[in-house]
């Protein structure tokens, strides 16, 4: 492949930021965003994962001695984490269905009882996942259901945005999830009672920290300056490459969390003003990206035997990038052995099911089979849908992946 090694397309569609949104006036993000999604004026967080903390100890007080938090055995580690700081909280895995980012119901219906808080259901990848069925089977138990939206701001289930049908909602603003305010998060419950005791909650957890505010903003004119494909390889694609020299797929997609990555603190008003102005740019291009993505899903799902995840009827995500299955571990590792150092965009989202990151062990409860879910995290890849990404490096993945499938299939 004639790709200049030095080009490096991210592996999902963050908005690029302009000076102008540095410049631009004072602008409240929340009244922003509750304008743009239709949601109650959002609680701005440091981070999705300290949006997700502040609702858990929420719901523990409102609920208090419940202590089995569900959440779907495939997610960002992150999310385990949070348990860290919510003490007495133990995170149950539950596997997923088959092919499917959707809790497995069964499965889900045999691990909630009198003891759960909270059922997580993750809109994984951009996608809409079910939440009725999960709220049907929560409800039953007394529990709560949070959306986990982080990968999904913009995305509607029906003519609502996500986050709105569960008793809490949040979004992420980390770097890469679309939006950004290089790490933040966005929080809300339909609930009036239920949202003003979240306001509490963030007023009272989340200081002012001068330390990390000055990190995270040098951070995002980082982003700033180096969030184009002549640049990224310096921030991203050297470590990557490193990473996967030495064999350390965990770290080579940045799932090497621990609990000394989840500071809590207020989201600086600097920073929001930032994030407010580039929402203005943030319709158009989440609606040229979903043209984009649905004109190469086509070309995707023609491959034999690849799937890649889309929405059901009604359902209408958002597309960072698309999230492809293929037949086995086999096809995929070796399209993966071509790609993820090509620099086209392609990398694997989370490599393990959370019983197999060491951090999140001591934080877990009782675990079923989670045999879906670890065939999720075998067989599938992820192209980036970044606007960066030209038909004509479209076209060379597609050239490895059919590669990969004819090879795998005449060993
Ligand atoms: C990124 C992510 C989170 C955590 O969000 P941060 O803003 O990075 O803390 C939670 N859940 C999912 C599914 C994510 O992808």
């Not at 385990?80 to 995170?91: E, N, S, W």
């Not at 009272?204 to 494909?229: A, H, V």
Request: charged fraction near 20%.
């Amino acid at each position: 492949m004639s790709i200049s090694r030095r080009c490096e397309i991210p592996p999902t569609a963050g908005l690029p930021l302009e000076w102008e949104d540095f410049r631009a006036k004072p602008r409240s993000l929340s009244a922003t965003l509750a304008r743009f999604l239709s949601i109650p004026p959002p609680i701005m967080t440091c981070s999705g994962t300290a949006a997700l903390i502040m609702a858990l100890r929420t719901l523990q007080q409102r609920l208090p001695g419940r202590s089995r938090l569900i959440v779907p055995a495939y997610t960002c580690p992150l999310v385990a984490l949070a348990a860290h700081f919510c003490p007495g909280l133990k995170i149950i895995p539950c596997d997923l269905l088959p092919n499917s980012i959707d809790l497995c119901p069964q499965q889900l219906a045999s691990l909630c009882n009198e003891q759960t808080l909270a059922v997580v259901v993750t809109h994984l990848a951009g996608r809409v996942a079910d939440t009725d069925t999960a709220l049907a089977i929560a409800k039953s138990v007394g529990a709560a259901v949070i959306e986990d939206a982080a990968q999904s701001l913009g995305a509607q289930d029906g003519e609502d945005s996500l986050g709105l049908k569960g008793d809490i909602g949040f979004f992420s603003l980390a770097i890469g999830k679309g939006l950004t305010s290089a790490e933040g998060g966005v929080l809300f419950s339909r609930d009036a009672i239920l949202h003003q005791q979240l306001v509490a909650q963030c007023a009272n957890g989340l200081p002012t920290n001068i330390r990390w505010e000055i990190t995270r903003t040098l951070q995002l004119f980082s982003y700033k300056l180096f969030y184009r494909p002549d640049r990224l390889f310096w921030v991203y694609g050297r470590a990557l490459r490193r990473a996967i020299a030495r064999g350390d797929s965990v770290a080579a997609v940045g799932d090497d969390f621990s609990i000394a990555d989840i500071p809590l603190h207020r989201l600086g008003v600097k920073r929001q003003r930032v994030a407010a102005a580039a929402t203005a740019r943030l319709p158009a291009y989440l609606a040229e990206g979903k043209i984009r993505a649905q004109r190469r899903l086509a070309q995707l799902s023609q491959l034999p035997g690849v799937k890649v995840l889309d929405d059901g009827p009604g359902k209408q995500g958002v597309w960072p990038f698309l999230m492809v299955m293929m037949p086995s571990q086999r096809e995929r590792d070796a399209a993966m052995q071509r790609l993820w150092t090509a620099g086209l965009g392609v990398t694997r989202l989370f490599i393990n099911t959370l019983p197999d990151y060491p951090d999140v062990v001591p934080l877990l409860g009782d675990t079923l089979s989670l045999s879906n879910a670890q065939d999720f995290a075998r067989r599938t890849l992820s192209v980036s849908n970044s606007h960066w990404l030209t038909d004509e490096k479209f076209a060379a993945i597609l050239h490895v992946l059919r590669q990969s499938l004819l090879n795998a299939s005449s060993d």
